[in-house]
């Protein structure tokens, strides 16, 4: 239920979380309820790529910065067609935006797109709770959806778990399309939707690559129909526990020595493929400066991430798969967790990270280069 009055500074609203802890504030974006796994994000800017990211689907995603929507909305931003998050939590939205291609502000924008937020939340509060709670499931409530807590409390707990949950086919196009070359063609590359961010695509066309993007159920022979000299699998939301259909398309393209390049759900599919288990973390990685060192040049970049799984692989050892030897191409200097795989014996890789950069650091496009020379070698 959601009403499209605007909410800034007007009805009262209540964050709700499944332990029990209750952050009160105003409604911020549209009035009503709304229901999803609370995250927190440390990104100071770009919470129109955040907000329109399909891998938040679900999501209720809390601003660690203090003060959103500064930069109003334009139109050049978005990682997909519609805003993703299922919820907002900010301290202080903007009440002015203020820059040059700010179309609208933050607030009409989550209203005209039915979004439920909270602001005037204790944000920093609420991070802290999130890292020694872990991410959980949580309820935003405002106006008339307002109850007494003990009925919130349980519809919040009546919710489904993240852990388990199935989502990127709802995320996914249905029909394939194809995002052309910049310049001269040099490569024709099959993009399996798990719930592409636009840039992706767009990082490959500046290359010289044609991307043909396909549904998440795109079939081995729609895939190669396509002739294509590389195969991507992107981000995308939900458990990659979930995600057999494309771990077997997956497994069909390694056996086939294509070169494969995944992102984010993209290298938890390559982790399952090799036989690697993934796990929930316990409040994830969302952010643009998380530091990441590619242990095969040692370098360490600063890199957008978002991502509550992580693939459970051993970091000190090349590990002998059914597509021969693998091992841990990138790891988070912050807590260890895995963020990149590559085999030494075929030409396949992933980060769990964004080299699409969007909105983030660029010290991480190399990879896309790395994808280039994967398909220059396979043609050599
Ligand atoms: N951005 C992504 O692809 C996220 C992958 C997966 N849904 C996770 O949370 O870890």
């Given at each position: 239920?959601?009403?499209?009055?605007?909410?800034?500074?007007?009805?009262?609203?209540?964050?709700?979380?499944?332990?029990?802890?209750?952050?009160?504030?105003?409604?911020?974006?549209?009035?009503?309820?709304?229901?999803?796994?609370?995250?927190?994000?440390?990104?100071?800017?770009?919470?129109?790529?955040?907000?329109?990211?399909?891998?938040?689907?679900?999501?209720?995603?809390?601003?660690?910065?203090?003060?959103?929507?500064?930069?109003?909305?334009?139109?050049?931003?978005?990682?997909?067609?519609?805003?993703?998050?299922?919820?907002?939590?900010?301290?202080?939205?903007?009440?002015?935006?203020?820059?040059?291609?700010?179309?609208?502000?933050?607030?009409?924008?989550?209203?005209?797109?039915?979004?439920?937020?909270?602001?005037?939340?204790?944000?920093?509060?609420?991070?802290?709770?999130?890292?020694?709670?872990?991410?959980?499931?949580?309820?935003?409530?405002?106006?008339?959806?307002?109850?007494?807590?003990?009925?919130?409390?349980?519809?919040?707990?009546?919710?489904?778990?993240?852990?388990?949950?199935?989502?990127?086919?709802?995320?996914?196009?249905?029909?394939?399309?194809?995002?052309?070359?910049?310049?001269?063609?040099?490569?024709?590359?099959?993009?399996?939707?798990?719930?592409?961010k636009g840039m992706t695509p767009h990082r490959m066309a500046?290359?010289?690559?044609?991307?043909?993007?396909?549904?998440?159920?795109?079939?081995?022979?729609?895939?190669?129909?396509?002739?294509?000299?590389?195969?991507?699998?992107?981000?995308?939301?939900?458990?990659?526990?979930?995600?057999?259909?494309?771990?077997?398309?997956?497994?069909?393209?390694?056996?086939?020595?294509?070169?494969?390049?995944?992102?984010?759900?993209?290298?938890?599919?390559?982790?399952?493929?090799?036989?690697?288990?993934?796990?929930?973390?316990?409040?994830?990685?969302?952010?643009?400066?998380?530091?990441?060192?590619d242990r095969t040049t040692g370098k360490v970049e600063v890199?957008?991430?978002?991502?509550?799984?992580?693939?459970?692989?051993?970091?000190?050892?090349?590990?002998?798969?059914?597509?021969?030897?693998?091992?841990?191409?990138?790891?988070?200097?912050?807590?260890?967790?895995?963020?990149?795989?590559?085999?030494?014996?075929?030409?396949?890789?992933?980060?769990?990270?964004?080299?699409?950069?969007?909105?983030?650091?660029?010290?991480?496009?190399?990879?896309?280069?790395?994808?280039?020379?994967?398909?220059?070698?396979?043609?050599?």
């Amino acid at each position: 239920m959601t009403t499209s009055t605007r909410g800034a500074a007007k009805a009262p609203a209540v964050l709700v979380l499944e332990d029990g802890r209750i952050f009160r504030g105003r409604a911020y974006g549209a009035v009503g309820e709304t229901f999803g796994e609370a995250v927190f994000s440390t990104g100071m800017t770009g919470y129109q790529e955040t907000l329109t990211d399909p891998s938040y689907d679900r999501q209720i995603v809390v601003a660690t910065a203090p003060q959103i929507g500064n930069t109003g909305w334009n139109d050049e931003d978005d990682e997909s067609g519609r805003i993703w998050v299922s919820g907002y939590v900010v301290r202080d939205p903007a009440r002015v935006p203020s820059n040059w291609r700010a179309r609208r502000s933050l607030d009409d924008e989550l209203v005209a797109q039915g979004i439920v937020g909270i602001s005037g939340v204790d944000t920093r509060a609420l991070t802290r709770h999130l890292r020694e709670g872990g991410s959980m499931r949580a309820g935003v409530f405002s106006g008339e959806a307002i109850a007494p807590d003990a009925e919130l409390l349980a519809r919040v707990r009546a919710q489904p778990h993240m852990k388990g949950a199935s989502l990127y086919e709802e995320v996914a196009t249905k029909v394939a399309y194809v995002v052309p070359a910049v310049g001269e063609k040099r490569f024709t590359v099959a993009a399996i939707d798990l719930g592409i961010k636009g840039m992706t695509p767009h990082r490959m066309a500046e290359r010289g690559i044609e991307v043909h993007v396909l549904p998440a159920t795109a079939s081995v022979d729609e895939v190669y129909a396509v002739n294509p000299d590389g195969v991507f699998f992107s981000n995308g939301p939900g458990d990659p526990a979930t995600a057999e259909g494309p771990v077997a398309l997956m497994t069909e393209v390694l056996e086939r020595r294509t070169p494969l390049f995944g992102i984010c759900f993209g290298n938890q599919i390559l982790g399952r493929a090799l036989g690697f288990g993934t796990y929930k973390l316990k409040y994830g990685h969302r952010g643009i400066n998380q530091p990441v060192q590619d242990r095969t040049t040692g370098k360490v970049e600063v890199t957008a991430h978002n991502h509550g799984f992580a693939v459970d692989a051993p970091l000190d050892k090349v590990s002998e798969t059914k597509f021969g030897r693998a091992e841990v191409s990138h790891v988070c200097l912050n807590d260890d967790v895995v963020e990149g795989l590559q085999l030494l014996d075929q030409p396949a890789f992933s980060v769990q990270y964004h080299p699409e950069a969007a909105a983030g650091p660029h010290d991480a496009a190399y990879l896309f280069d790395r994808f280039v020379s994967l398909m220059e070698g396979q043609r050599a």
